[in-house]
């Protein structure tokens, strides 16, 4: 299998306000990119660009897949061709079971073309499915019946974030600092479950500030945000000299993204980047 | 006989699959307007007792004297243009075999045949002003449990209605109750003895059918010491292009230790106002719950109340209200602390969208020497797009001090953030809304028996059609 997502020029403003100038990324079916760089550098605002949050104004610049231009489509679009985000803080929806929503995004994702009021996947087939993919996670069959996101700790939401790749199988997904929040053993169990889910079977963009999480899921390429833009781009390498020695050297080598980043910082109260 | 099956687009653009009619052979109507004659005329059809006669002339009296409401909402009512009466049968049936075959054919677009299959217990069923199709499981006779309409009630257990009717809600309460108490029809009554327990939920359907006529269904519930109930009452009207009114008044007496659930979904068409009271006492441990659902109406006013007479009785609201385009819910609750020891809840869900308009209304009463008790109040508000309103109006009284009161209200308008999750997952707009709202009223939801759950799933479903995007 052979798909492309291709980012060009992105440039991307929220509420006005320029965040990212420039990004420029190639992700192929099977590979593994790891997207590193310091805080309110415009690593989340690049996964929300690519999911089409509509905050996210897109000022320049295209994002493609499979040659296919998806700059404009809505979030649900993308996401029945075969994105997905796994989020930072996923928000609650209180009262929607967490089987019940996972029904039916699994459908529109396998059913591109469904309309609203067609049939979903059969209860029986669903819950078969579900359930193996939860024992494979080690995840409590309780949690299916548990609303969406609804009081869930740090950790139950990143695998119940896993657990939605793993239903949905896009053709890419950008994990947004999943180890977040996590302890050592949380942190394993959760490299070793996207590996199992994803390594292979999709393109996968991992944003993470350390290398913990690339554990299982070696990069084939590390990416290095500042400012807005990739400034480096390097191996797995690239990956363990960041963790073990920050963005010293990068922010030494690249001064103006590394102002540009100052800057962005200081609006950061007011704008989630 | 003709009937229009097909569903049909009501004014305002959104398919009302409940928008069909039947058409009506009454065999008696009375005239419009309301007066002495009509009122005696009416009164002389059902062969009532004397004291029947005299309570709804005095009713009569009471309902001119009575000031419109000068709070809630709009009203525009022209009594004199409404039918107050109609007899569509000239006897109840008593097996679905005598049922005639046009009301059979309402009912089984209301899924009624399928509850009765299902339940095998008592389904009573209101059309228009009569209960034309009733049917109870033998042991629950045979217990003792009274479950008719209250126009049966009268001629065949007198001593007991006369006994408990309009003392939970006086003709003199408010113009409305007067009004309902002076041409009353129809309408449930049940009485519970000593002990029993009735596993399974009662049900009633009841629907408004003729133009210009208005629905004024009076019912009773007495619950016996130790018994307990749960009562489910469901309606949906079809659409007419001039005003209706439906009025109706609920009286329920909760006796010590007994328990009584009383759930209402009810789906108006967009012209029809809905101007109820609801009220039930409870007695010493006794426990009172509403559920009550309100779909559709002009305007909705209705605020089911629970009066915890002695020690340790509950009264629990669970109330939510869905307002569309030219819709206004006034809805609410009341609860009245008369005694130490009550405990009382009030949780109200409102959703506007489409331009809708949703209040809550609530009263918190805690009387002088009432201690102890406890009441919780819990509103929130979902607001779907900017052209649609919400408004709270809690009021408290409280004249003891050692009680524990907490009043929580929210309103939220539906969160971007969650749009734009169940979006990135592949629902939607439309779809994601919609399960935003149903995960709102889940809490209500969920206390609903099987096939209501999902009817109110199904009607919320059609509400949120074409509301987005």
């Known amino acids: 299998m052979s798909h492309t997502l291709k980012i060009e020029n992105l440039h991307v403003s929220v509420e006005g306000k320029a965040i990212l100038r420039g990004v420029n990324l190639t992700l192929n079916y099977g590979e ?55 989020f930072q803080r996923p928000v609650a929806i209180p009262g929607v079971k967490t089987a019940d929503f996972l029904r039916h995004a699994a ?33 409590d069959p309780e949690f299916a019946r548990r609303y969406v996101n609804d009081g869930f700790s740090g950790g139950e939401m990143k695998r119940s974030e896993i657990l939605t790749m793993a239903m949905l199988s896009p053709k890419f997904s950008i994990l947004d600092e999943t180890d977040s929040g996590l302890d050592a053993d949380a942190v394993r169990l959760a490299s070793a479950s996207i590996a199992e889910i994803g390594k292979d079977k999709m393109g996968l963009l991992i944003i993470t500030h350390h290398d913990k999480l690339l554990e299982h899921n070696p990069p084939q390429y590390t990416h290095v945000m500042l400012g807005g833009r990739i400034v480096e781009t390097g191996g797995a390498e690239l990956a363990r000299e960041l963790h073990d020695h920050g963005y010293e050297r990068i922010r030494a080598t690249y001064p103006d993204a590394d102002a540009a980043n100052q800057q962005m910082i200081a609006k950061e109260e007011t704008i989630a980047v | ?62 309902f001119h004297a009575k000031p419109m409401p000068t709070w809630g909402g709009d009203i525009d009512i022209d009594f004199q243009d409404i039918f107050y009466y109609l007899k569509p049968t000239d006897k109840q049936g008593r097996t679905w075999d005598e049922v005639p075959q046009e009301i059979k054919d309402t009912f089984e677009k209301l899924g009624i045949p399928e509850a009765e299959r299902k339940f095998l217990s008592g389904v009573k069923a209101q059309f228009e002003s009569e209960v034309v199709y009733g049917s109870l499981k033998d042991d629950l006779a045979n217990q003792g449990v009274i479950f008719t309409d209250t126009d049966t009630a009268i001629k065949e257990h007198p001593d007991l209605v006369r006994e408990y009717f309009g003392t939970i809600i006086p003709s003199t309460d408010n113009k409305f109750a007067a009004l309902n108490s002076a041409v009353w029809s129809g309408g449930s009554f049940i009485y519970v003895p000593k002990g029993v327990k009735i596993e399974f939920p009662l049900q009633a359907y009841f629907r408004i059918n003729a133009e210009n006529m208005g629905q004024f269904e009076r019912t009773l519930i007495i619950v016996d010491e130790g018994a307990s109930i749960h009562y489910v009452e469901g309606c949906t009207a079809p659409m007419y292009s001039s005003e209706s009114l439906h009025s109706a008044v609920v009286e329920i007496i909760c006796k010590r230790g007994s328990r009584c659930r009383y759930t209402t979904i009810q789906n108006w068409a967009n012209n029809i106002y809905n101007l109820v009271t ?16 309100n779909l559709g109406s002009k305007l909705t006013m209705k605020y089911p109340a629970v009066y915890m007479m002695e020690p340790g009785a509950r ?31 009030i949780i109200s869900k409102s959703i506007s969208k489409n331009g809708g308009r949703s209040s809550y209304r609530g009263l918190v009463k805690v009387e002088k020497d009432a201690k102890k008790s406890k009441c919780n109040v819990v509103c929130d508000a979902l607001i779907l797009d900017p052209k649609s309103r919400s408004d709270t109006y809690p009021y408290i009284e409280i004249l003891e001090q050692d009680v524990s009161v907490g009043h929580e ?26 399960m935003i709202v149903n995960g709102f009223i889940e809490p209500l939801v969920k206390e609903l028996p099987m096939e209501y759950a999902v009817e109110m799933n199904r009607l919320i479903q059609l509400q949120m059609e074409g509301s987005v995007g």
């Open chain 2, 315 to 345: 009264g629990e609201i669970l109330s939510i209200a869905f307002a569309s385009k030219g819709q206004h819910q006034d809805a609410g609750a009341k609860l009245v602390h008369c005694a130490p020891n009550t405990t009382g809840q």
């Open chain 1, 32 to 86: 593994t990119h790891a997207l590193m760089g310091p805080n309110g550098s415009g690593k989340s605002t690049l996964g929300l660009a690519i999911a089409g949050h509509p905050n996210y104004e897109i000022t320049e610049g295209s994002i493609t897949l499979d040659g296919v231009d998806i700059t404009e489509w809505e979030a649900d679009q993308r996401a029945r061709a075969g994105i997905f985000m796994a």
């Open chain 2, 409 to 434: 209200a929210s309103v939220s308008r539906i969160g971007e953030e969650q749009m734009f999750y169940l979006m990135s997952r592949g629902l939607s707009e439309a779809e994601a809304s919609t």
């Open chain 2, 1 to 62: 006989m003709s009937t229009d099956l097909a569903a049909s687009t009501d004014e305002f653009g959104e398919i009302n699959k409940y928008d069909f009619r039947t058409e009506s052979k009454a065999v008696f109507k009375a005239r419009k307007g309301i007066d002495a004659e009509i009122v005696n005329q009416i009164s002389e059809m059902k062969g009532e007792p004397e004291w029947m006669r005299q309570y709804r002339l005095k009713a009569l009296d009471i």
């Open chain 2, 278 to 293: 609801k009220r039930a006492v409870a007695y010493a441990d006794a426990t009172m719950e509403w559920v009550d659902g």
């Open chain 1, 107 to 139: 459908t529109n994702v396998r059913r591109p073309d469904r309309k609203e009021g067609e049939d979903l996947i059969p209860m029986r087939e669903f819950r078969k499915e579900l359930k193996s993919k939860m024992e494979q996670l080690k995840i």
